[in-house]
């Protein structure tokens, strides 16, 4: 069964610290990943996607890193700011079985919350 | 640009009543269409995906429906709604082609069941 797994659940940083973010998945075959951040009540929004074939993708202070050989990514967030408290949801896509289209497996999300 | 909307953004319904939640999407042609579920505190959770017109593929089973009467229109209904039905509901669309397609989510509806 293809999953997702996140770790911390959740995470409680100072402004202006760094952090990482874990996911591992056992999804097979691997099409790609995607990190997305959520913020509450809101729907999710895409930060980074990254192919079988990249090791490391930034978007501003945000850099993802895939080891496809052991099926972890990673997310680092650096000198984190207030807004970035969000549940960021780790998002591994692989083919489906018909149909030509592609179903995505959502991991649980890490809640961070950065305090001032 | 494409856009998606959802609606209602929040309700409250009494167990046993009917469900409809409505999604549009606008500026883009035969996407593929999600409805996601996300319980307090836990993932999202697939409930239903469209591919096209009238084909709805159900990922658990469940009270709720799912109907696509137009391309850009998906629909998720109840019967008759159950307590544990309450949760954030979120519609979603992605381009048909290619793996590598951004998901796109609307804004969710709050639905409390009572």
């Known amino acids: 069964k293809n999953q997702v797994e996140q770790s911390p659940q959740s995470l409680i940083i100072l402004e202006g610290k760094n952090c990482t973010l874990q996911?591992?998945?056992?999804?097979?075959?691997?099409?790609?990943l995607r990190w997305y951040k959520q913020d509450t009540g809101r729907g999710p929004v895409s930060l980074t996607i990254?192919?079988?074939?990249?090791n490391t993708k930034s978007n501003g202070r945000y850099t993802a890193t895939l080891d496809a050989d052991t099926k972890q990514s990673s997310l680092h967030i650096t000198a984190s700011q207030l807004s970035d408290s969000a549940s960021y949801i780790c998002?591994?896509?692989?083919?489906?079985?018909?149909?030509?289209?592609?179903?995505?497996?959502f991991g649980r999300g890490t809640s961070l919350i950065v305090h001032p | 640009s494409q856009t998606i909307h959802q609606w209602p953004a929040t309700l409250v319904q009494p167990v046993g009543s009917p469900l409809s939640l409505e999604c549009t999407v606008e500026?883009?042609?035969?996407?593929?269409l999600y409805w996601y579920r996300q319980a307090a505190g836990r993932g999202l959770q697939l409930l239903f995906y469209?591919?096209?017109?009238?084909?709805i593929s159900s990922e658990v089973p469940q009270n709720l429906s799912a109907s696509r009467p137009q391309d850009r229109q998906f629909i998720l209904s109840s019967k008759k709604l159950l307590l544990s039905d309450s949760g954030f509901y979120l519609c979603?669309?992605?381009?048909?082609?290619?793996?590598?397609?951004?998901?796109?989510f609307g804004e969710g509806s709050w639905l409390t069941v009572v």
């Open positions: 979603a669309w992605s381009a048909r082609q290619g793996a590598g397609n951004t998901i796109y």
């Open positions: 996911c591992n998945y056992t999804v097979s075959p691997f099409s790609n």
């Open positions: 990254m192919t079988f074939s990249e």
């Open positions: 998002v591994v896509r692989a083919p489906l079985q018909s149909g030509g289209s592609y179903i995505p497996t």
């Open positions: 500026g883009t042609s035969n996407p593929n």
């Open positions: 469209s591919v096209g017109i009238g084909q």
